[in-house]
T-cell receptor, first 113, second 113 residues
Framework: QKEVEQNSGPLSVPEGAIASLNCTYSDRGSQSFFWYRQYSGKSPELIMFIYSNGDKEDGRFTAQLNKASQYVSLLIRDSQPSDSATYLCAVNSPRSSASKIIFGSGTRLSIRP | SQTIHQWPATLVQPVGSPLSLECTVEGTSNPNLYWYRQAAGRGLQLLFYSVGIGQISSEVPQNLSASRPQDRQFILSSKKLLLSDSGFYLC????????????FGPGTRLTVL
């Protein structure tokens, strides 16, 4: 079992709709959860982080965390073509002395006009 | 504010040649530093991390090495490059104290011919 699992996609969503990206993790001790966006040929960019169960909203983005189910999701409202990218879910590794973050392999999101 | 620099941005090297990639962080002190590699169309592979000057931990045995000669400088090296060393090399930093988000540099795209 991978430590952080994501559906690789591609996930195709019409412009203006809600894009829903999902992620599961294996270590129940994880306490920090992150979403990164990576455009083709560019480095990952942090877009959201969440520490507590529930929802956290930032503009068009909402991160959702359910520690009991070991599940993290990212909702993108009013999807725009500029949201087309690979989204990486990341989870802290509590057993690491260097505060390592474990990354999923990413979900490719395509917003169709 | 903190910034992270990597150079060079692009590099084309022959097989068997040496490599030196540099990463520096500004605006923070005592960060955790990380080197990742991303092969084309693939996820992030953690190569090395460092919690302090001269302290290097290797995640994957290979012909690469890393050094941290100064608090905010992280160097990735190789004595002899292989074709399989081609990829997108990313340096990242993370503060010691919360918020424990991780930030990536712009990356170096290495092609070994």
């Amino acid at each position: 079992q991978k430590e952080v699992e994501q559906n690789s996609g591609p996930l195709s969503v019409p412009e203006g709709a809600i894009a829903s990206l999902n992620c599961t993790y294996s270590d129940r001790g994880s306490q920090s959860f992150f979403w990164y966006r990576q455009y083709s040929g560019k480095s990952p960019e942090l877009i959201m982080f969440i520490y507590s169960n529930g929802d956290k909203e930032d503009g068009r983005f909402t991160a959702q965390l359910n520690k009991a189910s070991q599940y993290v999701s990212l909702l993108i409202r009013d999807s725009q073509p500029s949201d087309s990218a690979t989204y990486l879910c990341a989870v802290n590794s509590p057993r690491s002395s260097a505060s390592k973050i474990i990354f999923g392999s990413g979900t490719r999101l395509s917003i169709r006009p | 504010s903190q910034t992270i620099h990597q150079w060079p941005a692009t590099l084309v090297q022959p097989v068997g040649s040496p490599l030196s990639l540099e990463c520096t962080v500004e605006g923070t002190s005592n960060p955790n530093l990380y080197w990742y590699r991303q092969a084309a169309g693939r996820g992030l592979q953690l190569l090395f991390y460092s919690v302090g000057i001269g302290q290097i931990s290797s995640e994957v045995p290979q012909n690469l090495s890393a050094s941290r000669p100064q608090d905010r400088q992280f160097i990735l090296s190789s004595k002899k490059l292989l074709l399989s060393d081609s990829g997108f090399y990313l340096c990242a930093w993370r503060p010691r104290s919360p918020p424990d988000t991780q930030y990536f540099g712009p990356g170096t795209r290495l092609t070994v011919l």
